[in-house]
């Protein structure tokens, strides 16, 4: 087992969920609730994730 993550979180304590979705920091609530065990890779990697998410979010938001 790989040891766990020391990335800072991305919660910015804007929480809101739309499905499984944090409309605060952009994550999945599956992606939320891995946080704390998750490898320092892994949390990496969810940061990517959810940085894309928020900025798909934001393209999708400023076309209407």
């Known amino acids: 087992m ?4 020391r990335q800072p979180s991305p919660c910015v304590r804007k929480c809101c969920l739309d499905g499984d979705l944090c409309m605060g920091c952009g994550r999945l609530l599956d992606e939320i609730l891995e946080w704390g065990k998750a490898s320092d890779s892994r949390q990496c990697e969810i940061i990517d994730a959810a ?7 934001n ?3 400023t076309a209407r």
């Not at 940085?51 to 979010?57: L, Y």
């Open 59 to 61: 393209i999708a938001y």
């Open 51 to 57: 940085r894309q998410r928020r900025i798909e979010r």
């Open 2 to 5: 790989s040891d766990r993550g």
